[in-house]
Every structure is written in C-alpha cells, then in structure tokens.
C-alpha cells in the first residue's frame, strides 16, 4: 500500500519550489566539468551522442511544457539544459 496521500499535503509548495530550483542548479552545475572536460581537455572519449541527444530531445519537451504551464521553475531549468546538452554534443563530435 502507498504513502497516504496527505503526507505529500505536508511540505508545502513554496518549499517545494524552493527545493526544486536548488536541484536545478545543483544538477546543471555538476555537468560542468563534463563540459570543461570535453572542451577545455579536448577528451570526449566515452561520451555518448546518443544518450546527450535523447536528454536534449527531454530537455526541449520540458521546456515546451514549462512554456504551456508558464512554469518558471520548469523553463528557466530547461534552457540551461538545452544550453549544456547542445556543447556536450558539439564537443563530442569534433573531439569524439
């Protein structure tokens, strides 16, 4: 049997937010140095076009959804993952 629903009632939407914008940008800012690896090291070695290109593909539907919602909290997140999935793709392919 699942968690009852008003346990989830409990934290309420501003902390929610709060954390969800903190996680945002902890998680873009830990693909950082993939990014410095790949461009700065020139070593793309292991990087999967693949996998960066279905995250991107997710990236720009989460910004479209974002828009329709007129969530910032979604939006705002997804143009830095768009930005930080479109160079780890580019310096795959030139140095991959």
Known sequence: ???HP???SA???????????AM???TIVMTVPQIWTIWVG??????SVLSWSAYLVSALLWFWHGLRK????IYLACIAW???DC???AGALVYG
Do not use: C, E
């Not at 020139?42 to 990087?47: I, K, L, M, R």
């Not at 007129?70 to 909290?73: K, P, S």
């Open 1 to 3: 049997m699942g968690p």
């Open 6 to 8: 008003a346990s989830f």
């Open 11 to 21: 934290v309420s939407d501003a902390v929610l937010r709060r954390a969800l914008g």
């Open 24 to 26: 945002s940008v902890f």
């Open 42 to 47: 020139h070593q793309a070695t292991g990087v």
């Open 70 to 73: 007129r969530d910032r909290n």
């Open 82 to 84: 768009i930005a930080a």
């Open 87 to 89: 160079a780890v793709i």
